[in-house]
């Protein structure tokens, strides 16, 4: 499997048939999503997000300039790009199972050692942008559902003091049927189909990110914004009980074992900390850190970094129909 792998790394042939029919896929895809409401949320709300000039790889192209982007592309550009940048110089090897471990490290290094990258390697990081609130919404006609999102960028990484805090303090408000915002905009008031919350951190970069995500009826949108307003100003003003507390890190430890226990998901994790240097220490150490907190300490690193002013609303449905109905 690793010989394999390896062929199509370093030999890949390119076949025209194959690039013509992903091409197709990838413009029929962006086709549809065109009028879909949850991808013309996520577009836009990335765009606002993610503020770079086109040409910068970061930045975040409109769906007409991605099927622009993918007619204009030739095979020819693929063959390029893979002999000027493919390369093992920078890389890591992760594998998970029952196998001879000597004999894969030889494997890799009498494969990859030699295949220098002809470029150097840079990480593309992503500072800490301080991103001006706006509150959009996208029509999209005939539609039954609405997409609803919310965010905010915040100067933190994860070796902060208040990380592990907003780690639970979101797996409270945002994660599975019993967080704070599932419980009270489907359970009790019954205006989302779905709503869900994430905390996000990219090691070594000062730039974590909030966001939220429901589908509604474009008739509840509205709705669902202002619970979920008055849902994260409650939470900030009274923080969460010790019960809610107690329960989170159980379920919180117990989703991390079961996360370790899937190999996808553990390959995945190896791999990300081995490029950080980091071990499984690392994972520990974060357990213990969230095990050890307060109902006061979530409470207080949420107020020091969670604002609903500063966020950003973009909302996509067909609101038009939605208001004559009213």
């Known amino acids: 499997m690793l010989r394999l792998a390896v062929e199509v790394l370093k030999e890949p042939s390119f076949p025209q048939s194959e690039f013509e029919s992903l091409r197709q896929q990838n413009l029929s895809g962006i086709e549809s999503q065109k009028t879909e409401p949850n991808a013309i949320a996520i577009v836009e709300f990335q ?6 000039p086109k040409g910068d790889i970061r930045y975040v192209s409109t769906f007409d300039e991605q099927l622009e982007e993918i007619r204009a592309l030739t095979i020819d550009q693929l063959k390029q790009f893979h002999t000027g940048f493919y390369g093992a110089s920078n890389s890591e090897v992760t594998v998970i199972g029952d196998f001879n471990a000597d004999e894969v490290q ?3 290094e009498s494969e990859l050692a030699t295949w220098k990258s002809p470029k150097p390697f840079a990480q593309v990081r992503s500072p800490y942008q301080r991103i001006g609130p706006v509150n959009q919404s996208f029509e999209t006609p005939d539609k039954a559902n609405a997409m609803f999102l919310a965010g905010m960028r915040i100067n933190m990484r994860d070796t902060d003091p208040d990380y592990p805090a907003m780690v639970l303090g979101n ?4 994660s599975g049927i019993n967080s704070r915002l599932f419980a009270r905009l489907r359970g009790k ?3 989302s189909y779905g709503i869900s919350s994430s905390f996000g951190v990219a090691p070594e970069e000062d730039n974590a990110s909030f966001l939220a995500n429901a589908i509604a009826a474009p008739e509840n949108t509205a709705k669902v914004e202002t619970s979920f307003r008055d849902e994260i100003a409650l939470i900030l003003k009274d923080g969460y009980t010790a019960a809610e507390v107690t329960t989170a890190k159980d379920s919180w430890v117990q989703a991390q074992q079961v996360s370790r226990a899937q190999d996808r998901e553990l390959l995945g994790r190896l791999g990300s900390l081995t490029f950080y240097n980091r071990t499984m220490a ?19 690193a949420m107020r020091r970094h969670i604002d609903v002013s500063a966020m950003t609303f973009v909302k996509a449905g067909d609101f038009k129909k939605a208001a004559q109905k009213r």
């Open 106 to 108: 030889k494997f890799v």
């Open 189 to 191: 008031e019954g205006l």
């Open 282 to 300: 690392w994972d520990a150490d974060l357990q213990k850190k969230i095990q050890a907190l307060t109902p006061q300490q979530i409470v207080e």
């Open 171 to 174: 797996y409270i408000l945002g």
């Open 47 to 52: 765009r606002h997000f993610n503020a770079y």
